[in-house]
């Protein structure tokens, strides 16, 4: 089956300083990738996505790299501030179009925090 | 704007009590599906829709009911409520397109004593 895994966390940093959070999967076929950012008390919301291998997605200064070949979506940010202190979810879609649009499988969330 | 609303936010339920956990979208999209959120786990789909009419089982589905009479509304029905269902629980819509984004509510917790 579909699996994500996420760098277990939580993640600290000083304002400023870069940023990765890890991600892998386990999919047939080519699934579209996605991270999703959870503010406190809020729901989720999509940072960014790739739908195919070689793909970049980039959203608010966050890149993530489509990897086929290493089955990876690395979660990337080259100076981070504390407003981006929230829990982040790697998640994806399969690729089998139809009734996989309303269904993604998430990995379990990494929260990260960034001090002043 | 209102995207997807979720009723009620908090909710404490008694063991063996029942509910309905209320979601509303006005985007007309195809897709609606409920999860919950559980430290360390990430979200697990519990059940999903396709359209008016039409519902399936996700990955957790056990003590959940759905329906989907209108195109709007997809309410999550907790018929005898357990402890091991106390979480956060996240209705989400999606259009029937290929960018496969969902759009979230704000969650509603859900205390089971």
């Known amino acids: 089956g579909n699996s994500v895994t996420q760098m277990e966390g939580p993640v600290t940093l000083s304002e400023e300083a870069f940023l990765t959070i890890n991600c892998t999967y386990t999919a047939t076929g080519y699934p579209s990738l996605f991270w999703y950012v959870q503010y406190p008390g809020e729901g989720l919301q999509l940072l960014l996505k790739a739908t195919k291998a070689d793909d970049k997605g980039s959203n608010k200064g966050f890149e993530a790299t489509y990897r086929k070949e290493t089955t990876s979506f690395h979660l990337e940010k080259g100076s981070v501030q504390v407003s981006d202190s929230a829990v982040y979810f790697c998640?994806?879609?399969?690729?089998?179009?139809?009734?996989?649009?309303?269904?993604?499988?998430f990995g379990q969330g990494t929260i990260l925090t960034v001090h002043p | 704007n209102a995207g997807v609303t979720q009723t009620p936010k908090f909710q404490v339920l008694k063991t063996g009590q029942s509910m309905t956990l209320q979601c509303a979208q006005d985007?007309?999209?195809?897709?609606m599906s409920w999860y919950r959120q559980d430290p360390g786990m990430g979200l697990r789909l519990i059940h999903y829709?396709?359209?008016?009419?039409?519902?399936d089982q996700g990955e957790v589905p056990n003590g959940y009911n759905v329906s989907r009479s209108t195109t709007e509304d997809f309410p999550l029905r907790l018929l005898s409520a357990a402890p091991s269902q106390t979480s956060v629980y996240f209705c989400?819509?999606?259009?029937?397109?290929?960018?496969?984004?969902?759009?979230f509510g704000e969650g509603s917790r859900l205390t089971v004593l």
């Open positions: 989400a819509s999606s259009p029937g397109t290929s960018t496969g984004e969902l759009f």
């Open positions: 829709s396709v359209g008016a009419g039409i519902t």
């Open positions: 998640a994806l879609r399969p690729g089998a179009g139809g009734t996989s649009y309303g269904k993604l499988t």
């Open positions: 985007m007309n999209h195809e897709y």
